[in-house]
Each structure stands twice: as structure tokens, then as C-alpha cells.
């Protein structure tokens, strides 16, 4: 199955340490928003799309780059690191799988875990959440990818 993920990681490697151990799980290619080739994505199997949290959205780079995508067919799924707790009547992810799914794509699941945080107000303080992802959330991604891989979709 080809697999590639698009990643927007700008902090602190969080998101890119999810996004590498879920491509281990999947075999795919990990790539920048910048460097995402088109025609890889249209004849990829499957295409993850995962960035960091800012002001409870994902970066802007990846959400312009989903916007920007021309419509098109395939498997989709979104991932993203954050040091709060996501709300679950307002998912982090919610507005980027609803870009997909308005482009044609079948998003199979999300994945969200905590990470460390040095936003403005934690700063102040050296950062929160300073283990994470840890290993527990790597396992998790990693079983999250493994579940798509496999065509299980994800947990419920």
C-alpha cells in the first residue's frame, strides 16, 4: 500500500516523532506541506495529514496546503500533537477532515495525543507536558496506523 504523510511539525518535533512512527507502521514517506508532490498524493493508497496544535487549529500551513489540494479520491486520515486536552464536541482535527471529505476524500480516523507545550503562558513556567509524546503515545500511534494499514479503521 503507498502511503504518504504530510507533515507540518514547528515547535519542538512532536508531531514529526508521530508522524515518523506511524510511517514506520505504514511504510510511507513523511513530507512538508512544501514538499508534497501532487502527483505522489494522487497515486498514493493512502495520504495522512497531521500538524501541531495552535489556537485549537492545526497549523495554517497544512490547513491552506489541504485547501489548495484539488479534489480528488482516496483514503485519508489526520493526526496532531497539542499540550491541552481536545475538547470532544470541538476536535482539533474536525475542521481538516471536513476540508477532505469536501474535496472527495474517505477520511478512515484521527489520531490526537498530548505534547510538549511552551505557548506563551506555559513559557513562563518551562513548557507542559515536557515527556510527551511518550512512549505510550507513540504505541498508540503506532497501533492507530497499524489499524489503518490493516483496514480496521480506527478504535472505537
Known sequence: MKTVIVCASVSHGNTRRVADTMAQALGANVVSPEQADLA???GA????FGSGVFYSRLHPRLTNFVKALPSGRGRAFVFATSGLPELPLAPFTRPVVQLLEGKGFEVDGSFSCRAFDTWTPFKLVGGINKERPNA???AASRAFAERLR???GPAS
Open 150 to 152: 490493516d483496514g480496521r
Open 45 to 48: 493508497d493512502l495520504v495522512g
Open 40 to 42: 505522489e498524493l494522487a
Open 136 to 138: 505510550g503515545d507513540l
